[in-house]
């Protein structure tokens, strides 16, 4: 009733337009974002949508051209605190976001914050600060969550054993076995987009390798296993010890293991892989990285251990050891000069691929590259065939029969390239495509059709919330510079509905940055930030005071009928008052006009 009471007064919205920026080929964000700017306009925003390449995204996060920015939380095992190392980086998009925070947090004092708390060893200070922390954040409205992404994966039922991933990122095809039919299988992937490109795939850059390339060829010293549990990979276990004001982890190397061209996996190749990475000038680039920050050395104690020492006691270096890049490792046979290979003559960085804001680094590093992807996980690359456009059509990779972990089942495994959502449908309707697995290949209305019409051919499979989607508001760009304009637009947009229109049930609203399932961070944060037309115009539809009074006594004149009832309620209440007045006097005098029987027996009147 007070949204509707609200609704019908005179109201004057404070016009306004904002930049809004997607990345191209992202299904999720194409079908909500007429959702959106159709809910900004009611509360007078104008809304101005760019869809960009991925370099031209990248270029409007560095240079803080937007206003609202569509993009995603990093996901487990990222969240929370390598996510938010990375906004004190500049190429990313929470740098500016952050860079006019209400009085008395700045920029400087959260970032400080931040790096504390990675620094503390007990674990009710880490909870303690964590939780201050997103307070701190939740209360500057920054960011409008929007909701949880739960990672789907259709397959063919003739290949059975998936197991939904525990990293963001990650698509684990180890587990797939093959039930009837081929060894071989295709496969149409996605972490946010239709595949296009693995690149190069090297272990230790970034954009354009993908990752679940990455994660299928190499591996790291440990796992990132359910509900965070920290298993063992190339490394078989390992003992932790403080050291004056850091610590030191000694590892013991898992022996018998073969990179995929032969090599031996020893403490040297360990090392060799952890000089390119961090070494000087290359680690400049891994600067969210808090492994590169505080690690002061890595020394092998014979062929299979390694110690690692850390200058402060960083809690989260064997989470951070578990990650897809930079630091797993590729054979040293791949580098340009095989062992000899120097950390600034032939380091095996791209060329070119350090990304726009970091060219400068190879002023002081000759970026080799890798002769090849050589790693030692399940599955060993074999050929790519180049679209017209430069793209991947698709790229073959084979089970690795010798792999020391779960051999993989299937012989032959090929990632194809297509047009859009609906090439992928067709092709897994037509037996052509054994799985589309990840966000991008198909759209959410398509999955849960599949899910509820196909079951009988397809076996579909969710993760459960790994990360958040969410938009980031520009803290440095007017309107979006002022608190109010934030909250406005964030009570304007109603997630529910287009969710429920547009994912057909398959993602949830969410109302906090992080997922709860994130170490720390489930926690109850206030305000709610949820849909709240009525608080959105008030912040930016201000009523006129003057004219809805104005309105009150203009709007409908006293008739005859009108003036005669008041006439009639006064003569009314006067005597009403009359009547009270007496009853008072009786009272005082002792004779009140309603005493009982009893008590006016004998009375003389």
Known sequence: ERSKHFSNMNTTCKASTLDFIIRDNDPQMEVVEDDIRKNLEAIGITV????????????????????????????????????????????????????????????????????????????????????EILDDIHKQALFLPLWGSRIPYVLNRRLIGFSPSQQAYAIPVQSVL?????????????????????????????????????????????????????????????????????????????????????????????????????????????????????????????????????????????????????????????????????PDLHNSCQSGQFGGKWDFLEEDVTCLGLKAPIGTGPFKFVSRENALDGSDANVVFQGNKEYW????????????????????????????????????????????????????????????????????????????????????????????????????GLEQPVDQLLPRTAPYCNVDLSPKWGYDLEKAQFLNCPQDPVATTTTVLESKPLGAGGFAGIIIGVIVGVALIAFIGRMVKREREGKPMFAPAHETAGVSL
Not at 61 to 81: K, M, Q
Not at 82 to 93: L, Q
Not at 266 to 276: I, M, S, Y
């Open 405 to 504: 972990g779960q051999k993989p089942d299937i012989d032959f495994l090929t990632v194809v390239q297509y047009e859009t959502t609906e090439d992928v449908e067709a092709a897994l309707m037509s037996g052509e495509l054994d799985m589309a697995l990840g966000i991008g290949p198909l759209t959410a209305k398509q999955v849960q059709n599949i899910k509820f019409y196909h079951s009988d051919k397809f076996d579909v499979r969710h993760s459960a919330v790994i990360q958040n989607s969410l938009l980031v508001f520009n803290g440095n760009k007017a309107p979006t510079d002022d608190i109010k304009v934030r909250r406005a637009i964030i009570h304007a947009v109603d997630k529910s509905a287009f969710l429920e229109a547009e994912f057909a």
């Open 48 to 131: 101005n949508t760019h869809f960009l390449s991925a370099d031209e995204y990248t270029d409007a996060e560095l240079n803080g051209d937007y206003n609202l920015l569509f993009t995603r939380t990093w996901g487990a095992p990222y969240d929370p605190h390598s996510y938010m190392n990375s906004w004190a980086v500049p190429a990313h998009v929470e740098y500016s976001a952050i860079g006019n925070l209400q009085a008395p947090l700045t920029r400087e004092v959260l970032l400080e914050k931040i790096e504390n708390v990675q620094k503390e060893l007990s674990e009710q200070k880490i909870s303690a600060q964590w939780r």
């Open 178 to 342: 093959v039930a009837s039919g081929s060894k071989n299988a295709t496969i149409a992937p996605g972490v946010g987009s239709i595949f296009k490109s693995t690149g190069p795939i090297n272990p230790h850059q970034y954009s354009p390798n993908a990752l679940w390339a990455q994660d299928w060829i190499y591996e790291g010293l440990v796992s990132y296993g359910q509900d965070g549990e920290i298993t063992p990979a190339l490394a078989e276990s390992w003992k932790t010890e403080l050291l004056g004001d850091g610590k030191r982890v000694t590892f013991q190397l898992r022996e018998g293991v073969k990179f995929h061209d032969g090599t031996d996996w020893n403490c040297d190749a360990a090392v060799l892989n952890f000089n390119h990475v961090l070494s000087d000038t290359v680690k400049q680039r891994h600067q969210w990285f808090g492994t590169g920050k505080y690690l002061t050395s890595w020394t092998c104690n014979g062929d299979y251990e390694l110690v690692l020492v850390t200058s402060t006691p960083f809690y989260p270096l064997l989470q951070e050891l578990t990650y897809i890049r930079p630091l797993r490792f590729a054979s040293p046979s791949a580098f340009a000069e095989g062992t000899d290979s120097h």
